[in-house]
């Protein structure tokens, strides 16, 4: 390999990891350079409309992670409203979710077995209110509510007990 050749590999790989660290701390997507971005087969010389779509595709995958909880609170702010409480213990599920899986409908706790948005203990709990309650947000935040309810009549209510206890 040439010095020229080596040079050009050095700098791809640097700005791929600048690129990596840029989407993974919330800089916008744009001061990377775009064959730095999403390495494909579109050449440096080739037209800058080539290069914009490249820098969407990244920008859109980095909303596209960032997207998970926020979709999931949306989901979670609907059925709270749902149930007539009001928007602070909407932010009180927030908060004692965020504690607890990171809105992440993935969650899962390897130790105590606890799985899923509300970090259900066995996650088969959750089987209550759907089928899917593996891979649907919306059917983990239902039976999460209803635990909640049942259990401590409001979610900050709940979020007192874990805060006091440090779990709900």
Same mark, same amino acid.
């Given at each position: 390999?040439?010095?020229?050749?080596?040079?050009?590999?050095?700098?791809?790989?640097?700005?791929?990891?600048?690129?990596?660290?840029?989407?993974?701390?919330?800089?916008?997507?744009?001061?990377?350079?775009?064959?730095?971005?999403?390495?494909?087969?579109?050449?440096?010389?080739?037209?800058?409309?080539?290069?914009?779509?490249?820098?969407?595709?990244?920008?859109?995958?980095?909303?596209?992670?960032?997207?998970?909880?926020?979709?999931?609170?949306?989901?979670?702010?609907?059925?709270?409203?749902?149930?007539? +409480?009001?928007? !602070?213990?909407? #932010?009180?599920?927030? &908060?004692?979710?965020? /504690?607890?899986? *990171?809105?992440? %409908?993935?969650?899962?706790?390897?130790?105590?077995?606890?799985?899923?948005?509300?970090?259900?203990?066995?996650?088969?709990?959750?089987?209550?209110?759907?089928?899917?309650?593996?891979?649907?947000?919306?059917?983990?935040?239902? +039976?999460?509510? !209803?635990?909640? #309810?049942?259990?401590? &009549?409001?979610?900050? /209510?709940?979020? *007192?007990?874990? %805060?006091?206890?440090?779990?709900?």
């Amino acid at each position: 390999m040439s010095r020229k050749s080596s040079r050009r590999s050095t700098a791809r790989r640097s700005a791929t990891l600048l690129a990596a660290a840029t989407l993974s701390f919330g800089v916008v997507a744009e001061t990377v350079p775009a064959q730095a971005a999403a390495p494909t087969s579109v050449s440096a010389s080739a037209p800058s409309s080539a290069r914009t779509a490249q820098v969407a595709a990244v920008t859109a995958k980095a909303k596209k992670k960032l997207s998970r909880a926020a979709r999931n609170k949306a989901i979670a702010k609907k059925m709270v409203a749902k149930r007539g +409480w009001s928007n !602070r213990q909407y #932010k009180c599920l927030v &908060k004692l979710w965020q /504690r607890e899986s *990171g809105w992440n %409908h993935k969650a899962r706790n390897r130790s105590s077995g606890a799985y899923g948005v509300p970090q259900a203990m066995p996650g088969r709990k959750m089987r209550s209110a759907g089928k899917d309650w593996r891979t649907n947000p919306a059917t983990q935040i239902k +039976w999460g509510l !209803r635990y909640i #309810k049942g259990r401590y &009549k409001t979610p900050c /209510r709940a979020l *007192g007990h874990s %805060h006091s206890r440090g779990w709900y």
